[in-house]
């Protein structure tokens, strides 16, 4: 069963230094998305992308972050400069179509700050 | 006041007890979403839904559009079945406004 890969699962940085993490979508799949979930908290969407643009971003997703779909298989999220506050699990998750459609997730890519 | 309340935050039974996991929502949705998320962290969708109910194997999930609220029952619980279950919502086109989750125990 196709199934939506992230790399790395682990991720450790120094606070202001850039990362990328990586997500393969599942391949006929057209919306993609980004979430996080702070240790002990609750998921949280970042944002989202279709047609090569984002189509929506939360309040959180600021100029620290961007997306994209450098080829054909990949979607990144980068932060440009990290933050302590940045540490958590980073979900990718990518769907068919839009509204009645089901969202499948990624594994995870935990992401420490130091 | 969250957009999304869970009820109970935490929930132990023994196996084969009957599970109910509340979900309310006080925003305008297009659909809701039951997952389920495992010790490890996976995420893994088990139902989206607009309206009714819909069934899978032991779990059932059902929506109340004009109350607000939605259900998720585990049938015959087993310990495989422990994990946090989260409910989110569906607002606009594509953002999900997720609870804060209910950590299921189940003993043998």
């Known amino acids: 069963e196709p199934e939506v890969t992230q790399t790395p699962s682990h991720q450790v940085t120094q606070m202001g230094q850039e990362v990328i993490l990586r997500c393969v979508p599942i391949?006929?799949?057209?919306?993609f998305y980004w979430y996080r979930q702070i240790l002990g908290q609750k998921v949280e969407f970042l944002v989202s992308?279709?047609?090569?643009?984002?189509?929506?971003k939360s309040e959180i997703f600021d100029d620290q972050f961007s997306v994209e779909r450098p080829d054909g298989s990949n979607f990144t999220l980068k932060i440009r400069s990290t933050k302590l506050e940045d540490s958590a699990m980073y979900f990718c998750?990518?769907?068919?179509?839009?509204?009645?459609?089901?969202?499948?997730f990624g594994p995870g890519t935990r992401l420490t700050v130091l | 006041k969250n957009e999304v309340e869970q009820s109970p935050q935490n929930l132990t039974a023994q196996e084969g007890e009957f599970i109910t996991i509340n979900c309310s929502y006080s925003?305008?949705?297009?659909?809701l979403h039951w997952l389920q998320q495992h010790p490890g962290g996976g995420i893994v969708s088990l139902f989206m839904?607009?309206?009714g109910k819909k069934k899978h194997g032991r779990l059932i999930a059902t929506i109340n559009i004009h109350e607000k609220h939605s259900s998720l029952h585990i049938t015959a619980s087993h310990p495989r079945d422990s994990a946090v279950y989260i409910c989110?919502?569906?607002?606009?086109?594509?953002?999900?406004?997720f609870g804060q989750g209910t950590r299921l125990t189940i003993n043998p």
């Open positions: 925003v305008g949705i297009s659909a």
């Open positions: 989110a919502v569906v607002q606009g086109a594509q953002k999900l406004v």
């Open positions: 998750a990518s769907s068919p179509a839009l509204i009645g459609d089901t969202q499948y």
């Open positions: 839904l607009s309206s």
């Open positions: 992308f279709y047609n090569n643009e984002i189509s929506e």
């Open positions: 391949s006929n799949h057209l919306y």
